[in-house]
């Protein structure tokens, strides 16, 4: 892994220490960092009533809104999972993350063990965005 994703990365297995995942048993941290160096955690949150569920890059990335940053300010993200393969957003978080984010900021994703860097372009080519409503 880039050097200058390690601690980002780290910050993510931090904040995957406060996944809520009684169901799955499935735990999955974020961290966002922004340009200024600000970061934004995010951990799986899960609900009885599945659709309540909230994935943990998702919380990262409404922070990070929450806190007046938008995707220009948004340096990279990083996800990660204690499974077996690397940590992989699900098709509610691509959809978010292709609105949310910048075309080509890096994403990160590993279990710890593998890893890759990627993008929103690369994870959802296809997409549905603002200019499918205009």
């Known amino acids: 892994m880039e050097e200058k994703y390690r601690e980002l990365v780290k910050e993510a297995f931090e904040a995957m220490d406060n996944a809520y995942a009684p169901y799955s048993n499935y735990h999955v941290g974020a961290c966002i960092k922004c340009k200024d160096g600000k970061t934004f955690k995010g951990a799986n949150i899960e609900n009885a009533s599945f659709g309540a ?6 919380t990262a990335v409404f922070a990070a809104y929450a806190n007046g940053y938008r995707k220009k300010d948004i340096e990279a993200l990083a996800i ?20 949310l984010l910048e075309q080509e900021t890096p994403i990160i994703l590993t279990n710890g063990i593998d890893e890759t860097v990627t993008n929103i372009r690369e994870l959802l080519p296809f997409q549905f965005n603002e200019e499918d409503l205009q």
Do not use: F, H, M, Y
């Open 53 to 58: 569920t909230n994935c943990a890059e998702r």
């Open 80 to 99: 990660v999972s204690d499974g077996k393969r690397i940590a992989a957003p699900c098709g509610i978080c691509r959809q978010v993350l292709c609105e």
